[in-house]
């Protein structure tokens, strides 16, 4: 099961593996189930077995996003589905219309399958795959529904390794982070208004935390050494710390830079993954 990003308090809740699809409103505990994706019905139809799954990775991710309408936007790598002239598929849901629909002159870059897809200043962004050792960016104009690769890509990112490297929405800006392979330390990059240039916003040294994470108890290290994948920055606070999440852990901590320290926020033993919203008790979808 997967969550998409919040989209005025309300997720999309689906599963690629089965024709579940729902929209949900956790403050009023509203949902409405929707038609599947075309992509679900053409799989179903395959009868895929436990093996094939392993190479649609993907297909996980669902942008929810609002332009004057609220849309779904999903795109993955076509080889995850029928043979596709096109490198990628995009596929969108039309509430009004209450039917998915594909999109024209989707990009020509394999996207990279672990990536969760981001929203901010009305666009959509996805990595790519490396393409002659450097990562692109590719973004979705959500009102006009153009697709474009940006222009500048921080070289610290564009040169990295994939599994290094993290995309996120803070304050509805795009950033970017990447943790050091050495060093463990992650720097974290503001894409700005003009996406021409990138300001480093913060700096994240877990090592150096002199807080204990014995308080910690879902068995997952922080501060451990080998760890590869970096954090996925939530949200900023008003103090300016930040609150952090990893895909392997199953809570939420507090760091803050200045002090070099760090704090449980929140856990969950089910938790996989944590995302920012604000609630909404009236739903209009």
């Excluded at 993907?58 to 609002?66: E, G, L, P, T």
């Excluded at 994939?162 to 974290?188: A, E």
């Excluded at 807080?211 to 920055?233: M, Y």
């Amino acid at each position: 099961i997967y969550a998409s990003e919040s989209c005025d308090g309300l997720f999309c809740i689906h599963s690629v593996r089965t024709l579940a699809i729902y929209v949900v409103n956790p403050a009023t505990r509203w949902l409405r189930q929707l038609p599947p994706a075309r992509f679900q019905t053409s799989m179903l139809k395959l009868n895929p077995t436990p093996e094939t799954w392993t190479f649609v990775k993907s297909v996980c991710y669902i942008a929810f996003v609002k332009a004057i309408d609220y849309k779904l936007v999903w795109m993955y790598n076509s080889d995850a589905s029928s043979p596709n002239e096109e490198l990628t598929t995009c596929e969108v849901f039309d509430f009004r219309a209450n039917t998915w629909r594909y999109l024209t002159c989707t990009p020509s870059y394999r996207l990279f399958c672990d990536q969760a897809p981001t929203s901010a200043n009305g666009s959509i962004y996805w990595f790519t795959e490396p393409y002659y050792g450097e990562i692109k960016v590719v973004a979705l104009d959500i009102h006009t529904e153009k697709f474009r690769v940006l222009p500048k890509i921080n070289p610290a990112i564009a040169s990295s390794d994939p599994n290094l490297i993290d995309m996120c929405t803070l304050d509805n800006n795009l950033c970017m982070s990447k943790r050091g392979g050495d060093t463990m330390i992650q720097h974290i990059w503001r894409l700005k208004s003009t996406e021409d240039s990138w300001e480093k916003i913060y700096t994240i040294d877990l090592l150096s935390c002199s807080s204990s994470l014995s308080e910690f108890r879902d068995g997952f290290n922080w501060t451990q050494k080998d760890l590869v994948e970096p954090s996925t920055p939530v949200a900023i606070c008003k103090n300016k710390k930040i609150l952090l999440s990893h895909r392997y852990a199953r809570n939420l901590i507090k760091y803050d830079p200045q002090a070099k320290s760090l704090c449980l926020f929140f856990q969950r033993p089910l938790c996989r993954r944590y995302v920012s919203y604000f609630q909404r008790l009236i739903t209009h979808v």
